[in-house]
């Protein structure tokens, strides 16, 4: 078999690796392509990410009439004409699949070029302007998605005189794609279409799911405007690999946590909206959980939960704050409302408190009555897992819909 790994060819500014490997798989159209390209997410806390940190892995049949540096050669061509000027292209080809744990490293870890040229030094590789896209080519040739979660993304490309302008796609149409067998991520609670991207690269939408005949069928109904070319990307989207299941004693910037532990403090405000509690574990230890602004509703969410709850929250760190992804209730703490005062029953005026933990007395005729016990009420959340709106959440994160 030939590997080939490409990454880091956009910007934050546009152009798209995704698009670039369509032109690779045409280039390349003398060698047998086996099986889909692969999409490949790498941690999505890297300081250098663009829009999703994704690499391309292609995987070709052996064939001895043509060399690594031949067919390394022809991909350059095109990434020098394709690739982001302030990208760092990386490419490598190799007869040898990477190991897996450079992929667990690629997604969990922050990889520096330094750690992974040991892994690379028998291929034949190239990196351009600094060539930090060698870090994710290594990690997309080293994900062995016969041992991980997989799902696929339909990625559909304009054509090249609508770049830049506003993709005319009916939400009405984007509603009945959604409900196909095993689709997720087309649109928010509120209706927001979130499977068009909103950035002039030329990508018009990316469908994803579980089940590649139900994102072909997406070709046919997406529109008015058309495809001009897609392509099935086989991906590691949706399938958590980012996270660790860490204690909070191991806890450093940059990493993404699957954690249990308990509401340590009743979630709060501040300026914008973003929200925060502190959670506790089994030893005492304590991280600040934060839903920012952008994860929408989800805030509503995290309002709900009490001092006490027994929870498992998933998220990356930053500044030793936890971003949270997604959480879900083991156990819930009791809840409890204070029953409005009692009446007087000679009165029926509503008699007063007169102090913490004393009776309540009547102001008219003096009758007392002891304090009322609180009330035992349900919970305004499920023991399901809640998550932010698909636009806000990372292409990693698996969401609620396929979590056991
Ligand atoms: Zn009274």
Redesign the pocket.
């Known amino acids: 078999m030939i590997y080939v790994g490409i990454d880091d060819t956009d910007s934050l500014e546009g152009g798209c690796t995704t698009y670039l490997s369509s032109k690779v798989i045409d280039e390349l159209s003398d060698l047998s392509l086996i099986g889909e390209p692969r999409l490949v997410r790498l941690n999505p806390n890297v300081p250098w990410k663009t829009r999703g940190n994704g690499a391309i892995a292609l995987t070709f049949k052996n064939n001895t009439s043509i060399t690594d540096q031949e067919i390394l050669d022809r991909i350059l061509q095109i990434v020098k004409s394709e690739s982001h000027p302030s990208s760092q292209p990386g490419v490598i080809v190799s007869r040898k699949k990477l190991p897996m744990n450079l992929y667990w490293k690629g997604v969990r870890t922050i990889l520096s070029k330094d750690k992974i040229i040991k892994y690379i030094k028998e291929t034949t590789f190239k990196g351009l302007r600094g060539g930090r896209g060698l870090i994710g080519a290594a990690c997309a040739i080293a994900w062995d998605f016969t041992k991980s979660d997989t799902t696929y993304e339909l990625l559909a490309y304009r054509k090249k005189n609508k770049w830049g302008t506003i993709r005319n796609i009916s939400k009405s149409q984007v509603n009945i794609v959604s409900k196909f067998d095993g689709v997720f991520s087309c649109m928010d609670g509120d209706g927001k279409i979130s499977m068009v991207p909103h950035s002039p690269c030329p990508v018009l939408w990316g469908l994803r799911g579980t089940k590649s005949d139900s994102l072909l069928k997406g070709l046919v109904h997406l529109g008015p405007e058309k495809a001009e070319k897609s392509l099935l990307f086989l991906t590691n989207q949706g399938s958590d690999d980012h996270l660790q299941e860490k204690s909070l004693s191991k806890l450093e910037d940059g990493i993404c946590i699957k954690v249990r532990g308990k509401v340590h403090s009743t979630p709060y405000s501040i300026k914008g909206g973003h929200r925060f509690f502190d959670l506790i574990d089994d030893n005492n230890l304590t991280v600040t959980c934060a839903a920012y602004e952008p994860s929408g509703d989800f805030r509503t969410k995290v309002d709900k939960l009490i001092q006490g709850d027994d929870i498992i929250v998933c998220g990356s760190l930053s500044h030793e704050t936890l971003n949270l992804e997604k959480f879900k209730v083991v156990r819930f703490e009791n809840r409890y409302v204070k029953p409005p005062n009692p009446l ?1 029953n ?2 029926h ?1 509503r008699m007063h408190s007169t102090g913490k933990n004393s009776d309540y007395k ?1 102001r ?2 003096s ?1 007392k009555l002891p304090k009322p016990a609180y009330k035992s009420v349900l919970p305004d959340l499920d023991t399901c897992w809640y998550e932010p709106p698909s636009s806000a959440r990372r292409h990693l994160s698996k969401p609620a819909a396929l979590m056991d």
Do not use: A, E, G
């Open positions: 007087c000679k009165c005026t009547c008219i005729c009758t």
